[in-house]
């Protein structure tokens, strides 16, 4: 179980000024998960993640993994990062260009502190290519590598120390799309069969969505939400959780009355009256947000009936776009856009009007701007 | 319309194959090729053909012979001449690069504390002229009024002499420090360029600084290191002023030195001087094309990817004091000991070692001598002229063929590239023994005048200026000057208003650092100076000739401080340019 608490990173900039890179960031991963820092470039998440190795020293604040305190500044313990036996895969792999696969992949245990014959290098190494199918390249040179295949190499060389625990930074960013679906599924599938504790950095949400066990959303240097993947997407917290893992509409609410067992809540709208979702402590008057997911957004033709577990609304089409699997939809309901995803088979032309329902379960009440 | 349009495109393109006009264009690029095939071809040519004859004299015409490398290749000097040179030149190379790499090294990628300073520091010496370099350890180092060996002689009172910068691996040292702060620059820039995740990889494997060191930072820089080796071997080949003034009083010749004894002795053997100058040209030939093989095959070690992290710098732990300590002693050795030796000397009515007796007779007696000869306003104007001239001329040539060379399809372009490149084969001393020798025989009045020098001059710095602005265009995309002839502009104007002022950053480097090392030139020189053209490197050389080491002190510091002021001021100009252009 690694455990990072309050810590702090910071470092000068280029003009003499302090950039708080991590702002009192805690979180905890029990053994054998993966855990996803996510968040947009300069949120702190790489800072947090090279922190956590050792590669940046942290200004306060209190890591440690199992019990064992790797980092503490109330009790001034700093394990050097090469003492530390993390494995860590970099954003450009930081594949030793003068040196043939086999020799990359061998050079932590050459290095490291145990004692290990050239035999059982040989072992350990081969398994670890076996693993990452790059075992057939052995002895071809690094740089002559395919990205992929690079890709598949930083990982063996951070495996086969055996870590304590697997950082990996951005690794499938510089990778083209199609690859970069295929090493997601082999990364996962590798994970959960070695069950080793892994720190995952991206900027990409439906990675993180796919591959971890838990997600900490990160901005401007704070944790702003940790949870479950389905967590985060459906239950996001603030508006910023809500805007930048997947799309959603937002729309201003004013707090009518609040529901005391269910935690629902009424809300007056410019869409009208809804029933939504709201955590305990929201009281009448409040101003809020709701948020509603695009593919929560059903679509008819026909009008359909006020019912409990729905909210409804009409509006008129202002524009819709076709993507093969669903449409785009720009629905005007008084001058509020709503987005929503409707089915290829909806064929209402533009300007006519067109109903909506939301399932009350899938509106969400967030604060407002400034209470975040 | 559309008939009228095509009308006017169909007539003009009848107009060109008609009715040539010589387009101003073509005048430009055609007087650019020119020059450069000139000063870049003839030198070498008549310094061959020079190699096959026997003196001329007044009486006897010269004659074809292959006497001059039967004396140069098969004398039993010849083995030891070759076997002295190269000795000393790896010997320069290899303590030039082993002091350079170990500094880039601290500096780029350790936690040793003051490095920013020591980064501003370690320029410093490349303001020093070589033989103001030499005289000042001269001073610290000879074995009988060097300083250092009076230290340990007065001081801690031992009676041998510990230092003695006349011998070979005196050479070497001084060589060696001269060139160390251009091996530093070289490694700066490879270390510079690695990407910092290759070490941090190597250190979350679990691998020590030492091991890092070695095993990867070194390896990665090992490409660069060679190139680097190549480059000081050349250079140290080719050095001058240390051969001169250290080797010859001992006997201790290497090619440089053996050139300037044949000419300067009477009757000069031009025929010998050549021959050696010729088998000198065919080393440093060798070193500057496998320098350039290795730089063309360095793709493979191309390390700058994924993103730019601030790089993690190496923690030494208590080993960077040793590592700070390094530097100040070598700083001490290279920039603040042979100032100080300067000064000292040129506050002494005659030289004498520092004493308190001595510091009662401080005097500004030299420099009111130096300033009263009428050689001394000459030289400064000389010298003023010749680097301001050659680096404007050079910096507006090479602009011209380094756009040919980047932007145009013409066939045979890296010919001109080449070609440009050439006189940095050439070592000083033998091109100016090459134009010496083309205008002696073909007199077009420029010979004993101030011309022959700058022509000299601008032959031996025209690659420098190349580089500097081949750097500059490729960065300007074709499309700004592209946009600038579909607004109307013709080509003379798009290089004036666009090209040029696009250039302006790297065309003031390299202007400045033209400039610089005119100033400091001396082995060109020494061949091609008459009275009334000497120049301040001359000067200098002169005074150390006849013994007025306090004049020459005098002159040394105040050349100094000048070059010392002229860098700051183009750092200062540079930043404000940078900024106004970013």
């Known amino acids: 179980m690694l455990r990072v608490q309050s810590l702090n990173t910071e470092y000068p900039n280029d003009k003499g000024g302090v950039v708080k890179a991590a702002q009192d960031v805690s979180f905890e991963v029990p053994e054998g998960k993966l855990f996803t820092l996510l968040g947009p470039s300069g949120c702190g998440k790489t800072t947090t993640l090279r922190s956590i190795a050792g590669l940046e020293k942290p200004t306060s604040g209190e890591i440690d993994l199992d019990g064992q305190v790797i980092y503490s500044s109330s009790k001034g313990v700093f394990v050097a990062p090469n003492k530390r036996n993390f494995g860590m895969v970099f954003q450009s792999y930081a594949i030793w260009p003068h040196m043939n696969v086999y020799q990359n992949t061998v050079f932590p245990l050459e290095v490291g502190k145990k004692k290990i014959s050239k035999t059982d290098m040989r072992d350990r190494v081969m398994r ?12 071809r040179e690094a740089t002559k590598l395919s990205g992929g295949q690079q890709q598949r190499l930083a990982l063996a060389r951070a495996l086969v120390m055996e870590p ?7 690794p499938l960013s510089n990778l083209d799309a199609k690859l970069r679906e295929r090493m997601r599924f082999e990364l996962k599938r590798l994970q959960r069969e070695l069950k080793l504790t892994t720190i995952y950095v991206t900027h990409d949400q439906s990675e993180a969505l796919a591959l971890s066990h838990e997600i900490a959303v990160m901005n401007e240097g704070r944790v702003v939400q940790i949870g479950a993947p389905r967590d985060i997407y459906e239950r996001p917290k603030n508006k910023f959780v809500a805007d930048f893992v997947g799309t959603t509409n937002f729309i201003d609410a004013k707090v009518l009355d609040v529901d005391a067992g269910g935690g629902q809540c009424k809300v007056s709208t410019r869409i009208g009256d809804m029933t939504v979702a709201c955590e305990s402590g929201t009281s009448r008057n409040d101003m809020i947000l709701v948020s509603v997911r695009p593919e929560d957004v059903e679509l008819s033709d026909a009008p359909l009936s006020p019912d409990t577990e729905y909210n409804v609304c009409s509006g008129m089409v202002d524009a819709k776009v076709f993507l093969g699997e669903y449409l785009d939809f720009q629905v005007k309901v008084g001058d509020t856009m709503v987005l929503a995803k409707g089915h290829p088979s909806l064929r209402t032309p533009v300007g006519d009007p067109i ?5 009350t379960d899938k509106c969400i009440a967030i604060p407002a701007d400034g209470r975040a | 319309m559309a008939e009228a349009v095509g009308r006017y495109y169909s007539q003009q393109d009848d107009e060109k194959p008609t009715g040539f006009r010589l387009d101003p264009k073509w005048i430009i690029i055609g007087v650019c090729v020119v020059t450069v095939a000139w000063l870049a071809l003839v030198p070498l040519v008549f310094l061959v053909w020079q190699s096959f004859l026997t003196p001329q004299t007044a009486s006897v015409a010269a004659q074809y012979t292959l006497e001059n490398y039967r004396t140069a290749y098969l004398s039993a000097e010849t083995a030891r001449l070759l076997f002295t040179s190269v000795r000393y030149a790896l010997g320069t190379a290899v303590f030039a690069l082993a002091l350079g790499t170990f500094l880039a090294w601290m500096n780029e990628r350790t936690n040793t504390p003051f490095k920013s300073l020591f980064f501003a520091l370690a320029l410093i010496p490349l303001v020093i002229p070589g033989i103001l370099f030499v005289v000042a350890w001269i001073m610290l180092a000879s074995p009988k009024i060097g300083l250092l060996n009076l230290i340990v002689h007065r001081w801690l009172g031992f009676d041998f002499v510990p230092f003695n910068v006349y011998s070979l691996s005196g050479m070497i040292w001084v060589d060696g420090l001269h060139y160390s702060p251009m091996a530093f620059l070289l490694l700066t820039a490879a270390f510079r360029s690695m990407d910092p995740s290759l070490e941090e990889s190597a250190m979350m494997s679990g691998a020590s600084v030492w091991q890092i060191a070695y095993r990867i930072t070194l390896r990665l820089a090992w490409p660069a290191m060679v190139a680097s080796f190549l480059i000081l071997f050349v250079r140290a080949i080719e050095s001058f002023e240390v051969p001169a003034l250290l080797g010859l009083p001992v006997g201790i010749e290497v090619y440089t030195s053996s050139i300037y004894l044949a000419i300067n002795q009477y009757p000069s053997k031009i025929g010998l001087a050549s021959s050696y100058a010729v088998t000198l040209l065919l080393i440093t030939s060798a070193g ?11 793709n493979r070690y191309t390390t700058v990817t994924g993103k730019g992290f601030r790089p993690r710098q190496l923690d030494l732990g208590k080993w960077r004091y040793a590592t700070a300590a390094f530097f100040i002693v070598y700083f001490m050795l290279v920039v603040l000991l042979p100032f100080l030796v300067l000064l000292w000397s040129s506050l002494q009515k005659y030289y004498s070692v520092p004493t308190l ?3 009662q007779h401080l005097t500004l007696d030299p420099y009111r001598h130096i300033m009263s000869y009428p050689a001394f306003l000459t030289s400064v104007k000389n010298s003023l002229f010749l680097s301001v001239g050659t680096a404007t ?33 050439f070592p000083g001393l033998v091109l100016g023994l090459s134009i010496m020798v083309f205008y002696l025989n073909v007199p077009i009045g420029i010979y004993g005048t101030i011309w022959i020098m700058f022509i000299a001059y601008v032959t031996r710095f025209m690659p420098y200026g190349l580089r500097y602005n081949l750097t500059s265009m490729m960065q300007i995309h074709k499309e700004l000057e592209e946009s600038a002839a579909m607004s109307g502009a013709s080509w003379s104007l798009t290089f004036r208003r666009i090209i040029l002022p696009l250039l302006k ?14 100033i400091r030139e001396l082995s060109s020189s020494i061949l091609l100076y008459s009275p009334g053209s000497e120049v301040v490197s001359i000067m200098i050389w002169e005074l150390w000739q006849n013994g007025q080491y306090v004049e020459l002190s005098a002159l040394g510091v105040m050349l100094i401080t000048f070059l010392f002021f002229v860098v700051m001021l183009a750092q200062y100009v540079g930043k404000k340019f940078g900024v106004a252009d970013a």
């Not at chain 1, 304590?164 to 951005?170: A, G, H, K, M, V």
């Not at chain 2, 602009?399 to 940095?424: E, F, H």
């Not at chain 2, 950053?505 to 005119?518: D, E, F, H, N, R």
């Open chain 1, 128 to 139: 670890v290519l076996n693993a990452v199918a790059l075992d057939h390249l052995a002895d």
């Open chain 1, 164 to 170: 304590r625990l697997l950082l990996l930074d951005e």
């Open chain 1, 355 to 359: 109903h909506m329902r939301m399932k």
């Open chain 2, 288 to 298: 500057i094309y496998f320098q350039s093989i290795l730089s063309g095959h360095s």
């Open chain 2, 357 to 359: 007796a001595a510091l």
């Open chain 2, 393 to 425: 001329l050079v910096m507006l040539v090479t602009s011209v063929i380094a756009w040919i060379v980047v932007k145009t399809k013409i066939p045979g372009r890296w010919m001109l590239d080449s070609l440009t490149s050439l006189p940095l084969v």
């Open chain 2, 505 to 518: 950053p790297g065309l003031l480097a390299g202007w400045i650092y033209i400039m610089i090392v005119s």
